[in-house]
């Protein structure tokens, strides 16, 4: 299977714990997305990776949440010091930039996360 | 912001037509798009319209673009239980894709 890819599909925690998420996009993408999706909500943009450069991030992201793309490769988002308010799902998303294209986002089938 | 509404819920019987509308602010796209997400599984796209074009058909679905209103909607003909899904309408702000905003999603009950 070369779609994206997410690790763990779903993570259960403590307050207070750290958790990581991992996303492994389509090997040929350079562009690399996390968005999060709450129930009843569309996904909700988090940042993006140009290649290992983080070029955007949303004010959604605390100082608790970074994510990195040390190779352009995978990447991993980390969240410390969890909130109830942090659980949803965490959907990682990659795209191509170059060429001719639509922009389409292939999306991994996301990460949940219930913090209790 | 960018602001993308839609209604969050249609039900429809099978064989007939759905119809799902969206609401956005941003007009600089080239592109919109509606992304399909079903059960347990991650989106997928499933179409999209060039800025330029009023209309686009493929197979079953038809996409609607005005863009004086700013109205996108998407028609699914002959609405199978298949179909039954969120149906995210989705646009990239400032035409480079970077940020993509989507709807809250409209969840499609087709029953048989």
């Known amino acids: 299977d070369t779609g994206v890819s997410q690790d763990p599909r779903h993570k259960i925690t403590k307050r207070g714990q750290n958790v990581t998420f991992r996303c492994d996009p389509i090997s040929e993408h350079n562009r690399l997305y996390w968005y999060r999706q709450t129930l009843g909500q569309g996904p909700e943009f988090l940042t993006y990776f140009q290649n290992e450069a983080q070029l955007e991030k949303s004010r959604l992201l605390s100082d608790r949440f970074s994510a990195e793309r040390p190779k352009g490769s995978f990447s991993t988002l980390e969240i410390q010091r969890t909130e109830q308010g942090d659980s949803a799902m965490y959907l990682c998303a990659s795209s191509l930039s170059t060429g001719v294209n639509t922009g389409e986002l292939f999306f991994g089938e996301g990460s949940r996360l219930t913090v209790l | 912001g960018e602001d993308v509404e839609q209604s969050l819920f249609l039900s429809v019987r099978e064989g007939d037509s759905s119809v799902i509308n969206c609401t956005y602010t941003d007009s600089s796209s080239t592109y919109l798009y509606w992304y399909k997400q079903e059960p347990g599984a991650g989106l997928q796209l499933l179409t999209y319209?060039?800025?330029?074009?009023d209309m686009k058909q493929d197979q079953r679905l038809t996409v609607l673009l005005n863009k004086k209103d700013k109205h996108l909607s998407l028609r699914i003909a002959d609405t199978q239980t298949g179909d039954s899904a969120i149906y995210f309408c989705?646009?990239?702000?400032?035409?480079?894709?970077?940020?993509?905003?989507f709807g809250t999603g409209t969840k499609l009950q087709v029953i048989p």
């Open positions: 989705a646009d990239p702000t400032s035409g480079g894709y970077q940020k993509v905003t």
């Open positions: 319209i060039f800025s330029n074009m």
